[in-house]
Nanobody
Framework: QVQLVESGGGLVQPGGSLRLSCTAS????????MAWYRRVPGKERELVAD?????RINYADSVKGRFAISRVNDTVYLQMNSLVPDDTGVYYC??????????????WGQGTMVTVSS
Protein backbone atom coordinates (compact mmCIF):
# COMPACT_ATOMS: atom_id res chain seq x y z
CA GLN A 1 0.00 0.00 0.00
CA VAL A 2 1.45 3.35 -1.02
CA GLN A 3 1.79 5.97 1.63
CA LEU A 4 3.40 9.29 2.46
CA VAL A 5 4.80 9.72 5.95
CA GLU A 6 5.55 13.23 7.16
CA SER A 7 7.57 14.51 10.08
CA GLY A 8 9.12 17.70 11.38
CA GLY A 9 6.24 19.90 12.47
CA GLY A 10 6.11 21.66 15.81
CA LEU A 11 6.04 24.96 17.64
CA VAL A 12 8.45 27.70 16.65
CA GLN A 13 8.78 31.39 17.44
CA PRO A 14 8.31 34.03 14.74
CA GLY A 15 11.49 34.34 12.72
CA GLY A 16 12.44 30.76 13.41
CA SER A 17 12.93 27.78 11.13
CA LEU A 18 11.57 24.27 10.71
CA ARG A 19 12.23 21.48 8.24
CA LEU A 20 9.50 19.10 7.17
CA SER A 21 10.19 15.71 5.64
CA CYS A 22 7.97 13.35 3.69
CA THR A 23 8.91 9.88 2.50
CA ALA A 24 7.00 7.97 -0.16
CA SER A 25 6.83 4.20 0.11
CA UNK A 26 4.88 1.16 -1.02
CA UNK A 27 5.51 1.23 -4.76
CA UNK A 28 8.28 0.12 -7.10
CA UNK A 29 7.76 3.40 -8.93
CA UNK A 30 9.15 6.70 -7.69
CA UNK A 31 6.82 9.70 -7.72
CA UNK A 32 7.30 11.98 -10.73
CA UNK A 33 6.29 15.00 -8.68
CA MET A 34 5.84 15.78 -5.02
CA ALA A 35 4.31 18.76 -3.30
CA TRP A 36 3.57 20.43 0.01
CA TYR A 37 0.18 21.93 0.74
CA ARG A 38 -1.09 23.62 3.85
CA ARG A 39 -4.41 24.37 5.43
CA VAL A 40 -4.33 27.46 7.56
CA PRO A 41 -7.24 28.46 9.83
CA GLY A 42 -10.12 29.99 7.90
CA LYS A 43 -8.70 29.25 4.45
CA GLU A 44 -8.85 26.57 1.81
CA ARG A 45 -5.96 24.15 1.46
CA GLU A 46 -3.30 25.83 -0.68
CA LEU A 47 -0.22 24.74 -2.59
CA VAL A 48 2.98 25.80 -0.83
CA ALA A 49 5.57 24.33 -3.18
CA ASP A 50 6.08 21.48 -5.60
CA UNK A 51 8.99 19.79 -7.30
CA UNK A 52 9.10 17.52 -10.32
CA UNK A 53 11.40 14.58 -10.93
CA UNK A 54 13.50 16.89 -13.11
CA UNK A 55 13.70 19.39 -10.21
CA ARG A 56 11.37 21.98 -11.71
CA ILE A 57 10.17 23.93 -8.68
CA ASN A 58 7.17 26.16 -8.03
CA TYR A 59 6.38 28.24 -4.91
CA ALA A 60 3.38 30.10 -3.65
CA ASP A 61 4.02 33.83 -3.69
CA SER A 62 3.57 34.00 0.07
CA VAL A 63 6.58 31.75 0.74
CA LYS A 64 9.00 32.76 -2.02
CA GLY A 65 12.38 33.66 -0.58
CA ARG A 66 11.59 32.01 2.77
CA PHE A 67 10.85 28.35 1.98
CA ALA A 68 12.87 25.87 -0.02
CA ILE A 69 11.67 22.52 -1.36
CA SER A 70 14.12 19.77 -2.21
CA ARG A 71 14.10 16.07 -2.88
CA VAL A 72 16.45 13.15 -2.34
CA ASN A 73 15.19 9.94 -3.89
CA ASP A 74 11.68 9.38 -2.54
CA THR A 75 11.90 11.92 0.27
CA VAL A 76 10.84 15.53 -0.16
CA TYR A 77 11.83 18.27 2.25
CA LEU A 78 10.46 21.69 3.00
CA GLN A 79 12.90 24.03 4.68
CA MET A 80 10.93 26.88 6.21
CA ASN A 81 12.80 29.99 7.33
CA SER A 82 11.69 33.39 8.64
CA LEU A 83 8.43 31.87 9.78
CA VAL A 84 5.53 34.18 10.59
CA PRO A 85 2.28 33.50 12.45
CA ASP A 86 0.38 33.34 9.14
CA ASP A 87 2.38 30.19 8.32
CA THR A 88 0.58 28.37 11.13
CA GLY A 89 -1.42 25.43 9.86
CA VAL A 90 -1.42 21.78 8.95
CA TYR A 91 1.08 20.89 6.24
CA TYR A 92 0.36 17.98 3.92
CA CYS A 93 2.64 16.09 1.60
CA UNK A 94 1.12 15.17 -1.77
CA UNK A 95 1.81 13.19 -4.90
CA UNK A 96 -0.58 14.44 -7.62
CA UNK A 97 -2.77 12.01 -9.51
CA UNK A 98 -1.07 10.11 -12.34
CA UNK A 99 2.34 11.12 -10.99
CA UNK A 100 3.31 7.97 -9.08
CA UNK A 101 2.41 4.72 -10.79
CA UNK A 102 0.10 3.84 -13.72
CA UNK A 103 -3.43 4.90 -12.85
CA UNK A 104 -2.38 6.37 -9.53
CA UNK A 105 -4.82 8.66 -7.73
CA UNK A 106 -3.58 11.62 -5.76
CA UNK A 107 -1.98 10.48 -2.50
CA TRP A 108 -1.87 12.56 0.67
CA GLY A 109 0.08 12.32 3.88
CA GLN A 110 -1.55 12.49 7.27
CA GLY A 111 -0.51 16.09 7.86
CA THR A 112 1.88 17.68 10.33
CA MET A 113 1.05 20.71 12.46
CA VAL A 114 3.20 23.84 12.29
CA THR A 115 2.56 26.52 14.89
CA VAL A 116 4.35 29.85 14.73
CA SER A 117 3.81 31.73 17.96
CA SER A 118 5.69 33.62 20.64
Amino acid sequence: QVQLVESGGGLVQPGGSLRLSCTASGSTFSPNAMAWYRRVPGKERELVADITYRSRINYADSVKGRFAISRVNDTVYLQMNSLVPDDTGVYYCNVPDKKWYPGAPAVWGQGTMVTVSS
